[in-house]
């Protein structure tokens, strides 16, 4: 199997225009408009094989459908540390929040302990969409029974002006209002965050249904 050739048969001219709307950061020419679906089953198909280790290892890909296949099929290494190697050699080359978001390896979810020691390095990279993953995988796995309150501090101190990077730390701290809402609270009253991401937190969290009544409103006199 021609991985570059069966992308090939699922061009979508249609979906290829309004996914470049999308992701206007990506050059036009270079998404084909394959639609997620088909794309989970040529992962399915893939996955395992000889023709996925050597799609891998080819970096970097010229589509932005190969780069969403390659977060697929990374999702799917089994073993923590090839994952994370796997992830390592493929994160400085993530260039749009879709396929950023897309990366979600199997293996962290058992292993958060070592996943945490990861994510500081990860926030202070100088590439956004390494910023934008080390702030969702806090986000993912580390506002529930994993959260330290030291953690806010870690994305709070995230700073760039990269939008997609920033949208990120506002829905991480949303997120964090509705899970942690005594621990995250303060980060807001101190004003700790940048003032276009401070009111976008507050406004996500607004429309949040995990957000209650009570807190939407005084979260609303905290707006800058």
């Keep these: 199997m021609d991985v570059r050739d069966e992308l090939l048969k699922l061009r979508d001219e249609k979906n290829a225009a309004f996914l470049a709307r999308l992701v206007p950061?990506?050059?036009?020419?270079?998404?084909l408009g394959a639609r997620f679906p088909d794309l989970r089953k040529l992962t399915k198909a893939l996955r395992g094989t000889e023709e996925a280790a050597r799609f891998l290892d080819e970096l970097p890909h010229e589509l932005f459908e190969e780069n969403l296949l390659h977060a697929l099929l990374l999702n799917e290494v089994r073993d923590y540390e090839a994952s994370l190697a796997a992830l390592e050699r493929?994160?400085?080359f993530v260039d749009s929040w879709s396929?950023?978001?897309?990366?979600r390896p199997k293996p962290f979810a058992r292993h958060?302990?070592?996943l945490l020691k990861e994510i500081p390095r990860w926030l202070a990279?100088?590439?956004?969409?390494v910023r934008r993953f080390g702030l969702e995988m806090l986000m993912t796995y580390f506002l529930n029974e994993a959260f330290s309150p030291e953690q806010l501090d870690w994305a709070a101190q995230t700073r760039g002006e990269d939008y997609y990077v920033k949208m990120m730390q506002a829905w991480y701290f949303a997120t964090a209002l509705a899970k942690q809402y005594e621990a995250a609270l303060p980060v807001l009253e101190e004003r700790r965050l940048e003032p276009w991401t401070h009111n976008k937190t507050?406004?996500?969290a607004?429309?949040?249904?995990r957000v209650t009544d009570e807190h939407k409103a005084?979260?609303?006199?905290l707006r800058v």
């Design 90 to 92: 493929f994160l400085p």
């Design 218 to 221: 005084y979260l609303k006199t």
């Design 99 to 103: 396929v950023c978001d897309t990366l």
């Design 202 to 204: 507050i406004q996500k």
């Design 125 to 129: 990279d100088e590439k956004p969409y």
């Design 206 to 209: 607004i429309e949040s249904f």
């Design 25 to 31: 950061n990506i050059a036009p020419e270079s998404i």
């Design 112 to 114: 958060k302990t070592e």
